[in-house]
């Protein structure tokens, strides 16, 4: 037994690093990192960045002007379905700071005082959603903002103001969803009430210019993306 006993310990003592890691790894795989293995190397959705384990810059040049052209090509699509669909007087598309701002006035969507979106509307959304769902892998938010106008020589109830807003803008978000293929963490809904006025509200014309949603869509920034953890791979899952 002693003889035994001795030769156990003398074969333990000189038994090579690589068998000894066998033998870990043999009760637990995960206890000895393997050498060989990088960031990224392995899995369905893994980074192909390299040895470095970055995105090569060219790549993401190549990305971001892709989402560029995608901005473009979105604000010449909805500017075109404006002009077909003779909706000139009740839309309007502008750019700034490589955002497209679309103002619908109230009278598109809702009728007075009502946050249930009109039958009438529907190809009016449909035809936003379809162009959105084109280019949805370019898109970093879609922001969708409600609006009221002051009724009265004082401000509105509080409560009707407030709500009215933010159905609206909720309504249309939801519609979105349901109906296009852009991300449900890209889609905001806001409601403002009476308090950011475009117009004065002493006069109808000013009112109803008042009384509007607006639609702000935002294209992705890839290198911002890039510089937070895990930002890109957001958007790889989702658009994949």
């Not at 960045?49 to 995105?55: I, P, R, V």
């Not at 000139?88 to 979106?117: C, E, H, L, M, R």
């Not at 852009?182 to 210019?209: H, M, Q, Y």
Request: proline residues 4%; glycine residues 8%.
């Amino acid at each position: 037994l002693l003889l035994c006993f001795f030769v156990l310990l003398y074969s333990m003592s000189t038994i090579s690093e690589d068998n000894w890691k066998a033998i870990v790894q043999s009760f637990n795989p995960s206890a000895v990192e393997d050498p060989r293995a990088t960031a990224g190397a392995d899995g369905p959705n893994a980074d192909d960045f390299g040895s470095s384990g970055q995105m090569p810059v060219e790549d993401i040049e190549q990305m971001q002007e892709q989402v560029e052209q995608d901005m473009q090509a979105l604000l010449e699509a909805i500017e075109s379905f404006v002009r077909q669909e003779n909706l000139q007087d009740a839309v309007t598309v502008t750019q700034n700071g490589g955002k497209i701002f679309i103002t619908f006035s109230q009278s598109v969507f809702f009728d007075g005082n009502s946050p249930v979106i009109r039958k009438e509307a529907y190809p009016v959304l449909d035809g936003v959603c379809e162009m959105l769902s084109g280019v949805a892998g370019s898109l970093d938010e879609v922001r969708i903002q409600g609006h009221t106008a002051r009724a009265g020589a004082g401000p509105n109830n509080v409560e009707t103001d407030r709500t009215l807003s933010s159905d609206r803008a909720a309504n249309v978000v939801i519609y979105i969803q349901k109906h296009s293929s852009v991300p449900p963490s890209c889609l905001v809904s806001e409601g403002f009430g009476e308090w950011r006025p475009i117009e004065r509200n002493d006069t109808a014309e000013g009112r109803a210019k008042n009384r509007r949603v607006e639609m702000i869509i935002s294209g992705r920034d890839i290198e911002a993306e890039m510089e937070e953890q895990g930002g890109i791979q957001q958007y790889i899952v989702l658009t994949s």
